[in-house]
């Protein structure tokens, strides 16, 4: 199945010039969303995660049902003030500014396997930052994945963990 038929371009979103890559229209597609969350177990068996950790709000979306059928656990990446109990912060730069993202401090035990997993990889700000994140509560961040990959935009650069992606668009 051509997963690449499922996805919508959305021009001029969220800001004119912006094409935005629209998994809307794959998730409501039974048979291409059962054949994204297999290619993505598939593609991360071999690295033996204990916990994929997705990122607010569509890496849950894929992380979820991935982590039931590899058998190992799902944790929450957030924006700030998400989660409840006490929560480990990492501030990082964005073009304009800066952001927050938040992990329950008792999330991850020290050495668990953690893949980090998203919908999109453009720049790789937000997937760093989640990396890192993880490693400052004692993972061993084994890999990241990504539905998608705007590979013009170089994301995987700032990763020193492998990078997976099921879907590679020029950007």
């Not at 998203?118 to 509560?137: N, Q, Y």
Request: hydrophobic share 45%.
């Amino acid at each position: 199945m051509d997963l690449k038929q499922h996805i919508r371009g959305i021009p001029d979103f969220p800001k004119p010039g912006i094409l935005f890559y629209d998994i809307s229209t794959l998730l409501k597609h039974p048979g291409a969303w059962k054949e994204t969350v297999a290619q993505m177990t598939e593609a991360l068996r071999p690295l033996k995660p204990d916990l994929l950790a997705g990122i607010e709000s569509r890496g849950f979306l894929i992380a979820a049902p991935v982590a039931v059928l590899l058998g190992c656990g799902f944790v929450m990446i957030r924006k700030k003030g998400k989660l409840p109990g006490h929560t480990i912060p990492h501030t990082y730069d964005l073009e304009y500014g800066s952001d927050t993202v938040e992990i329950q401090s008792d999330a991850i035990e020290a050495g668990q396997r953690v893949v980090i997993v998203d919908d999109l990889l453009a720049t790789g700000g937000t997937a760093a930052a989640a990396v890192r994140l993880c490693r400052m509560v004692g993972a061993n961040v084994v890999g990241s994945a990504f539905i998608i990959e705007l590979t013009g935009l170089n994301g995987r650069k700032r990763f020193d963990v492998p990078v997976t992606s099921l879907l590679n668009y020029e950007f």
